[in-house]
């Protein structure tokens, strides 16, 4: 007896093909030697290249990281440590600096100064030590962007 759902699903492989060989054939001592994907073998002419261009994005995604985590560190920590004081200390928060000013209000503010600044720095910081890796990674890709296949 047959069910409805028995021919859902077909064969993983198809009948009357061949299965795929377990080992790849050899072709002999000649054969040309195949590094992992994405990576050259080390007797090829630019194996170095390669390897140094991975040094160099290696670099580039820790630099960039490192900015990051500093830069969103920055921000949050001291938007946490308003919430926090926010949340546990009301009494302190509530109390008058100046006249009408409150020690909350002076906080809030500060976040956006806190903000503007990690913003800045984020891009300074770019500027000087990510853009430089970046170029260096790009440079030998050839010409990318608007201009990239234009002869001129």
Do not use: K
Not at 21 to 35: I, L, V
Not at 49 to 74: C, K, N, Q, V
Not at 111 to 125: E, N, P
């Amino acid at each position: 007896m047959t069910y409805s759902h028995d021919n859902l699903y077909p064969p993983s492989v198809p009948r009357g093909w061949p299965l795929p060989h377990p080992e790849p054939q050899s072709y002999g001592h000649d054969a040309p030697r195949h590094a992992s994907y994405g990576q050259a073998a080390r007797n090829e002419p630019y194996a170095h290249e390669t390897h140094r261009r991975g040094t160099d994005l290696a670099a580039l995604r820790s630099a960039y990281r490192l900015l990051r985590r500093i830069t969103t560190l920055a921000a949050l920590g001291s938007f946490a440590v308003y919430v926090v004081l926010s949340c546990w200390a009301p009494g302190l928060m509530g109390s008058r600096i100046a006249g009408e000013l409150s020690l909350g209000m002076t906080l809030g503010v500060f976040q956006l100064v806190v903000t503007f600044a990690a913003v800045f720095w984020y891009g300074r910081s770019a500027r000087r030590s990510v853009d430089p890796l970046a170029r260096a990674v790009r440079e030998p890709a050839g010409p990318m962007g608007r201009d990239a296949g234009v002869a001129r």
